[in-house]
């Protein structure tokens, strides 16, 4: 049975109703329980995938003031990385919660999450990453990046076990397959939910003193992307690939506007440029979000640049994306060397060397290469492609979408141009794609990922390689507005009684508190936060 504890029949009563079994919902549920509250918490999905998308995260974090920034001697304080969330992030003045919450976060982060997190037994890798360092303007402007040593896995792992076997399990109903469909309302106040028990096919109905929204984004649905598509943007490309999780629809969000809250900023969502099918699908649209080679070309479907802006990971990933989706997919071309130093895939599955602190040989697969990881996709994935010679790789790209958009001759002085700029140092300084390429390298951590100015045609790189990108979903920033106590707020600023909302429900805090971007490393760390601060609330009452 999917039910950790059995519903009493005719329905149930609890103290706290969490709605949703993803790290924000089972902070919750342990916050609380640890409190000495009763919670019920329930999840659509089953047992094997409780955790929601965390389950699957690569696991960094953005933390400010941290002891591995400064081994690094990375000079970070609060009131910077409070400068960088709000310009990067665009917010303003009217964005009264965001900015409370974006507050909130550059000042917790290091006790809220970073000590909470080392204080379940995790760790974290001694290297910090510079991401989104901007590009029209500037993003992070120190490394805030920090990798869980085990991926978002092993927190989930912690946490649940955690929650599973508390000295108050008591106290604790765990639903899985059950899918809150609608709110209950008596007297104004929100008491409670109904919803679907998926596997009996049977209504159910759990009243509450509290409920707590955790339900997750609204990017698993591809119409819920395409209906806020952002304004401004090109037009949605046909294929979009689903990185989230199909069951975070907006269901709840719907729900929870018909309480009487507020939903804002759903347009802004923080997707990737470069997805793949997932070989082998956990879902119908399943897409693998690739870390994209920096030393790549990165090709529209005729073989030119996409542009205007430098298209180079780790500066901007929202502007990455809007040039992406004006075509219907890309290409990455690049070779052997670039893509066995280079390449990664984002998410705890094809990193198997974190997930089970292989240490030593994650350090080989920094210095030597990642071999392996090569080799699965080119075995694996229909869209990596082949050859010993450029010709023969644009025969592979055109025989793939069936167009012949491709010219080859174009294609090998495209090439040769690329590899004269990376010759040439006066060349080079004046190449933006290049000069980021170089500015990366200047970062220790990132030095062992990138190659150095590696030509694409050189003797001894091959085979080449051609890995054919789609436009991928991912995470929603707006949501569902809330305040410090992360209780639900209604469009004039009143609270929606007995109505909490969390993690990505609530835009990480306060409906968006990232703004237009992340600063990457906000969402699991948020999920934290928001959990904990909203708990903490409800105790307190």
Not at 27 to 40: D, I, M, N, P, R
Not at 417 to 423: E, F, V
Request: one cysteine or more; glycine letters at 12%; hydrophobic letters at 40%.
């Amino acid at each position: 049975m999917n039910n950790e504890k059995t519903e009493k029949a005719g329905g149930d009563r609890t103290q706290n109703l969490v709605v949703g079994g993803g790290i924000a919902g089972i902070v919750t549920a342990l916050e609380l329980l640890e409190g000495g509250q009763s919670v019920t918490l329930l999840d659509a999905d089953s047992r094997e995938r409780f955790g929601g998308l965390a389950l699957w995260a690569f696991g960094g974090m953005a933390l400010v003031g941290t002891p591995e920034q400064r081994r690094m001697g990375i000079d970070d304080s609060p009131a910077r990385a409070l400068e960088d969330w709000i310009r990067f992030g665009e917010l303003t003045p009217e964005d009264e919660w965001p900015l409370a919450w974006a507050r909130c976060y550059v000042e917790e982060s290091r006790t809220a999450v970073y000590d909470w997190v080392r204080g379940l037994g995790l760790k974290f890798m001694p290297a910090v990453n510079w991401v989104e360092r901007g590009s029209a303007m500037p993003g992070n402007t120190a490394a805030r990046y920090h990798i869980l040593w085990g991926t978002g896995r092993e927190l989930v792992q912690a946490v649940s076990d955690r929650l599973r076997s508390h000295p108050k399990r008591g106290r604790l109903t765990l639903l899985h397959r059950h899918r809150a469909t609608r709110l209950i309302m008596e007297d104004g106040v929100v008491a409670g939910c109904s919803g679907v028990d998926l596997d009996r096919d049977q209504t159910f109905e759990i009243r509450a003193d509290r409920t707590v929204v955790a339900s997750g984004g609204i990017n698993g649905s591809e119409a819920q992307v395409r209906r806020h598509w952002p304004s401004g943007w090109p037009e949605a490309p046909g294929i979009i690939l689903n990185g989230a999780n199909p069951l975070s629809d907006g269901n709840v969000h719907q729900a929870v506007a018909e309480a009487g809250g507020c939903l804002d900023h759903l347009s802004d969502m923080w997707n990737y440029a470069a997805g793949i099918p997932h070989p082998q699908p956990h879902f119908d649209g399943h897409g693998l979000s690739l870390i994209p080679c920096k030393s790549a070309l990165w090709l529209t479907p005729d073989g030119e640049p996409v542009g205007p802006a430098p298209m180079v990971t780790g500066y901007d990933t929202r502007e990455m994306c809007r040039q992406v989706v004006a075509h219907p997919y890309t290409w990455q071309v690049l070779n052997w060397k670039i893509a066995k130093k280079e390449l990664a895939i984002s998410g705890a599955e094809h990193n198997p060397r974190i997930v089970k602190h292989q240490m030593i040989r994650f350090l080989g697969d920094l210095l030597f290469g990642n071999r392996r990881l090569v080799r699965q996709m080119l075995g694996e994935s229909t869209e990596f492609l082949a050859a010993d010679s450029l010709d023969g790789l644009v025969t592979e790209m055109n025989a793939l979408t069936g167009e012949d958009r491709i010219d080859p001759g174009r294609m090998l002085k495209r090439v040769a141009r690329r590899d004269q700029a990376l010759a040439d140092p006066v060349r080079s300084a004046d190449d933006p794609d290049i000069g980021r390429i170089l500015r990366a390298r200047e970062w220790r951590p990132d030095a062992l990922r990138t190659c150095n100015l590696q030509a694409i045609g050189a003797s001894g790189a091959a085979p080449y390689i051609a890995i054919r990108l789609h436009f991928v979903s991912r995470k929603s920033l707006g949501g569902i507005r809330t305040n410090l106590e992360g209780r639900v707020l209604t469009p004039d600023g009143s609270v929606v009684p007995g109505l909490y909302a969390v993690g990505e429900s609530a835009g990480f805090g306060g409906g968006g508190a990232s703004g237009k971007r992340s600063l990457e490393g906000t969402f699991l760390s948020g999920c934290i936060l928001t959990a904990r601060k909203a708990a903490a609330a409800i105790l307190a009452a």
